[in-house]
């Protein structure tokens, strides 16, 4: 399944050393401004160059958009974007085949597709495919833009450094013009000294981010199997290194007692709304017209040059794998812009889905 989405659609494809990444997004409507500019800005955010032992791969993204977009707007039919991968160095990857890497896919592939899977640099499992999903969540987050949504997220946790004070949406937003999106200097400044420790040492780890969408219109979500939160998982889940995931104020929610958890209900500019929103704008599996918001969890990157504990699959006896390619010290930073993108492709799959946006008419009038 590499298709994701009931009306704006997209389809991934390509492996991390294979020629190229790329998605094909069908349901966007005619008369959308979308430039090469919209599509660079998003994929470079997901790069944190400025951090090197964050990001030794670093690939400069080359990209061009094949289809449907004429004179900076979209035309309503199908937007294919590629991504080429010009930074591979699959020699790494040699001594690797058979040998798979504890805590990645290779195993997995393995024994789900034989000999037949491209295991360099973990081919179709690679982080590097979330390239694809950010170029389709540019696309996204440009359609949602008209209808005044936004979406944004930070880094909460990492390395085991946590962000514990308060902030506004603002905050989040403007934690970007650091060199990690992360509200609070004190976590920030412990956060990058864990990483440059753990890519001195070979070794990796993890952490959480918060997704917000603000500006969301009430009423997107289907039920019974539509339910917003439950696609917004789905969604979350879909992105390798995912393990959890907490809704709202989630697991602080579960120790409270209804009366305390409950968000009241009163009148705002002469609309029903929510005094607090400990619930995270979802009722029911629908939006109420408040912020959304979430956080997921990532393991820590898998690679690392420890020696690890594996299977030399050709021979089937143990083996240790010491790995010698370049590896993410942690997968938050670039996860976390894809998981913007993954829940702007779904939020604007349900904005087209309870009809606020029409695939089959412009967005503007048509020009005669
Ligand atoms: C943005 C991103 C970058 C990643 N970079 C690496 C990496 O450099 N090395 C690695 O071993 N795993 C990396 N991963 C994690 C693996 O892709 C992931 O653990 C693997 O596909 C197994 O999937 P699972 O963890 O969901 O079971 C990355 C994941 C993401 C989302």
Not at 2 to 20: D, L, M, P, Y
Not at 59 to 86: C, D, M, R, Y
Not at 290 to 297: H, M, S
């Amino acid at each position: 399944m590499n298709t994701f989405g009931r009306e704006f659609r997209i389809t991934t494809f390509g492996e991390s050393h294979g020629k190229a990444v790329g998605v094909v997004i069908d349901g966007v409507p005619a008369g959308l401004p979308l430039s090469e500019e919209d599509i660079k800005r998003e994929l470079e955010r997901r790069m944190f160059c400025h951090i090197h032992w964050l990001n030794p791969r670093c690939e400069p993204e080359e990209f061009e958009i094949l289809s449907g977009v004429k004179n900076g707007h979209t035309q309503g039919t199908p937007i294919a974007i590629v991504i080429w991968n010009k930074r591979a160095i699959s020699s790494y990857y040699d001594e690797l085949w058979m040998k798979p890497r504890p805590g990645h896919a290779d195993l997995a592939y393995y024994l789900k597709y034989g000999k037949f899977y491209d295991h360099r640099g973990g081919g179709r499992a690679s982080g590097r495919t979330t390239a694809a999903i950010v170029a389709a969540g540019a696309v996204a987050k440009k359609l949602l833009s008209q209808l005044g949504v936004e979406v944004c997220g930070h880094i909460i946790e990492l390395g085991g450094i946590e962000v514990r004070r308060s902030y506004t949406f603002e905050e989040v937003k403007s934690s970007w013009a650091k060199p990690l999106p992360v509200v609070d200097d004190e976590a920030l400044a412990a956060m990058l000294e864990t990483l440059r420790k753990n890519a001195a040492e070979g070794d990796s780890v993890g952490g959480g981010v918060e997704i917000w969408a603000v500006g969301v219109p009430p009423g997107l979500g289907e039920p019974h199997f539509g339910k917003i939160k439950a696609e917004l998982a789905m969604a979350a889940f879909s992105i390798p290194a995912v393990v959890a995931l907490d809704w709202g104020a989630g697991r602080a929610l579960a120790k409270m007692r209804g009366s305390e958890a409950n968000d009241p209900i009163i009148i705002k500019s002469g609309r029903p709304a929510l005094e607090s929103n400990k619930i995270g704008g979802v009722l029911g599996g629908i939006t109420v017209g408040e912020p959304i918001y979430f956080r997921v969890w990532f393991k820590p990157t898998p690679s690392v040059r420890k020696p690890q504990r594996t299977v030399d699959l050709a021979k089937m006896e143990p083996a240790v794998l010491e790995f010698r390619g370049r590896y993410d010290v942690s997968v938050v930073p670039k996860a976390l812009v894809a998981l913007e993108a993954m829940t702007a492709i779904t939020l604007a799959d349900h904005a087209l889905r309870a009809g606020l946006v029409r695939r089959d008419r412009p967005l503007r009038d048509p020009v005669v």
